[in-house]
């Protein structure tokens, strides 16, 4: 069965960029029609939808966190990527990647669900 | 403050039923049937237990029942067991421009 793993620093300096990985096992990252998103969760507090890739390239992210964020694909290594800019103490956080089932609505494409998580992994943002 | 609202706890006893309740707007639970719930353990990655209001992933109990009625949906659990005491988050699609948003998280205490 499919099953997504996060890398990546657990320390990021303030002001710099946060940089992760999520990397896919078991299936193709190309294949289906799924959304692959970032989702982060501070301790003791709730769940925030980070952004997200679909397997065309195409994005869509948080607007509280659009001007900050990159996602990207790379279909060779079945990965996909989170960078997050001029982070500060704010941003520490366990940050899970997920899998995002779909289903098609009068033309357009509409998550269902998280339907796969990984298991996270804790960045503190500290100088 | 997050999109949609939930209660910060609700308990109840063993073999007990109870509902948590996840209020929005009519700009996304109201407007679409793609309200899912997850729980979570401490320590661990949530875990799909309701999709599309109300139906169920292979593999989850049927004591775990959604619905949904105006702008706020509902997760129902019918006779509480210990292992169910966790955290509970409902999610929406929210349009074309917030794309997707949790509620702030429920726990479930099990007396």
């Known amino acids: 069965q499919v099953q997504l793993q996060e890398s990546g620093p657990g320390l990021v300096k303030p002001s710099q960029t946060l940089s992760l990985t999520c990397t896919v096992s078991?299936?193709?990252?190309?294949?289906?029609?799924?959304?692959w998103s970032w989702i982060r969760q501070p301790a003791g507090k709730g769940l925030e939808w980070i952004g997200r890739i679909y397997t065309s390239g195409s994005t869509n992210y948080n607007p509280s966190l659009k001007s900050r964020v990159t996602i990207s694909v790379d279909t060779s290594k079945n990965q996909f990527s989170l960078t997050l800019s001029s982070v500060t103490a704010a941003d520490t956080a366990v940050y899970y990647c997920?899998?995002?089932?779909?289903?098609?609505?009068?033309?357009?494409?509409?998550?269902?669900?998280?339907?796969?998580w990984g298991q996270g992994t804790m960045v503190t943002v500290s100088s | 403050q997050s999109a949609l609202t939930q209660p910060a706890s609700v308990s109840g006893s063993p073999g007990q039923s109870i509902t948590i309740s996840c209020t929005g707007t009519s700009s996304d639970v109201g407007s679409y049937n793609l309200v899912s719930w997850y729980q979570q353990h401490p320590g661990k990655a949530p875990k799909l237990m309701i999709y599309?209001?109300?139906k169920r992933p292979s593999g989850v109990s049927n004591r775990f029942s959604g619905s949904k009625s105006g702008n706020t949906a509902s997760l129902t659990i019918s006779g509480l067991q210990a292992e169910d005491e966790a955290d509970y988050y409902c999610c929406s699609y929210a349009g074309s421009s917030t794309f997707e948003v949790f509620g702030g998280g429920t726990k479930l205490t099990v007396l």
């Open positions: 599309e209001v109300s």
């Open positions: 078991g299936g193709s990252i190309s294949s289906g029609s799924y959304y």
């Open positions: 997920a899998r995002g089932s779909t289903v098609e609505v009068t033309g357009n494409r509409l998550q269902v669900a998280f339907d796969i």
